[in-house]
């Protein structure tokens, strides 16, 4: 009898062990918040291509298109607007939807991407332009900013002749959504495809007053995001169509030439994909650590993924499912408190979701963020 107690008493003991642990799982496990979906307007057919940063002040903008009467691409959609979403406290809530662009009919702005400049303390929107109505299927490339945490935007600036060649007019090209990118020396850079000629680089060394044009070609490559490296060198993470996998582009020359190598460890549908640096040991980080985002699959949208490099992109962890249904682009930025946020489009393009976690859930208790001391 004794020892049936015991053994009833261990086994109570163990099951409440399984729920304590259950329970403390799903207290972390991330909270996705479904910032643009097509229910939210009857006028609009759907929300895509999401950027988001995080401003000098700790504020999240979250910006995207608003697709009215159809969801194509800029060429084939009369009515593209960019707007954005904000958050004050680390994405808990969020604004009500600001409209930053929004042209007559017939003209559309599409594909945000977004630079802070944590000098200026400004941050910049690039978008690609397109009027339907007098000049199909000629891109114009765009840039409007903000003097306050995206609160209010400024005059947009057509800096398509800086960015550009003239024999460009007619060409298939565009600011590669997402993000850009502030250097160690203050340098502003970004990525624009050019669909006959490759990947180019622009850049601005003036904090955005004027913008210049780097002329190499960098393939293969389709959408990509440029990072800097701790020892300076550049790196491009591509999106290359029908590879199945990435392909990483780098330069210790400030993009004058490149050495190119696919990553096959990088599953990718052809699919825009993030990356970004999370941590230097030159800010007092104690390691430095990259961060990447994408759809896991070598063929299909799904299976969002983010990964961390400790060897500035040599090699990749496995990474954590972030969600493993239909996932198409994403962004990721870091959060004011050292937890890490993506936005991503969801269900087929229905959704557009935002979701914040810590490195400690991210690694399953390996690795956590320490503040580095000032």
């Not at 729920?19 to 097509?38: G, M, R």
């Not at 960098?218 to 993470?237: C, F, H, R, Y």
């Not at 460890?265 to 052809?270: N, V």
Request: glycine share 6%; hydrophobic share 35%.
């Amino acid at each position: 009898m004794k020892y049936k107690f015991v053994l009833l008493l261990s086994l109570l003991f163990v099951n409440c062990g399984i729920k304590t642990q259950k329970s403390i799982a799903e207290l972390n496990a991330p909270v996705f918040q479904d910032l643009f979906n097509t229910t939210m307007s009857q006028d609009v057919s759907c929300y895509r291509i999401p950027a988001i940063v995080t401003a000098p002040n700790g504020d999240l903008i979250a910006a995207i298109d608003e697709r009215v009467p159809n969801c194509g691409d800029l060429r084939t959609n009369t009515n593209v607007n960019i707007i954005v979403r904000r958050s004050a406290d680390n994405g808990k809530t969020w604004s009500a939807i600001e409209k930053v662009l929004d042209f007559p009919e017939g003209q559309s702005a599409s594909d945000p991407s977004m630079i802070v400049d944590n000098v200026t303390n400004e941050v910049f929107i690039f978008y690609n332009f397109m009027n339907l109505d007098t000049e199909k299927d000629v891109y114009y490339l765009h840039v409007v900013k903000s003097n306050d945490n995206g609160k209010t935007w400024g005059t947009p600036q057509d800096i398509t002749s800086q960015i550009t060649k003239p024999e460009w007019h007619d060409d298939f090209k565009f600011i590669t959504s997402g993000r850009g990118i502030q250097t160690r020396s203050g340098k502003l850079l970004h990525t624009m495809v050019n669909l006959n000629s490759g990947l180019h680089l622009f850049g601005s060394d003036d904090h955005g007053k004027t913008w210049y044009f780097i002329d190499t070609s960098i393939q293969p490559a389709d959408e990509s995001k440029v990072i800097e490296l701790s020892d300076g060198t550049l790196m491009i993470n591509a999106r290359v169509n029908g590879a199945g996998m990435r392909y990483v582009h780098t330069s210790t020359d400030e993009g004058q030439t490149w050495t190119t190598n696919p990553a096959p460890e990088l599953k990718d549908p052809s699919c825009n994909g993030a990356i970004i640096r999370y941590t230097a040991v030159e800010d007092g980080d104690d390691k430095n650590r990259l961060l990447f985002s994408n759809a896991n699959s070598d063929k299909d949208r799904n299976n969002l993924t983010v990964r961390i490099s400790y060897d500035e992109g040599k090699t990749w962890t496995e990474g954590k499912t972030i969600y493993d249904g239909p996932s198409a682009y994403s962004d990721l930025t870091i959060l004011e408190n050292g937890d890490i946020g993506v936005f991503f489009e969801q269900d087929n393009y229905t959704k557009n979701s935002f979701v914040s976690f810590s490195l400690d859930w991210l690694t399953d208790g390996k690795d956590s963020y320490k503040k580095p001391e000032k």
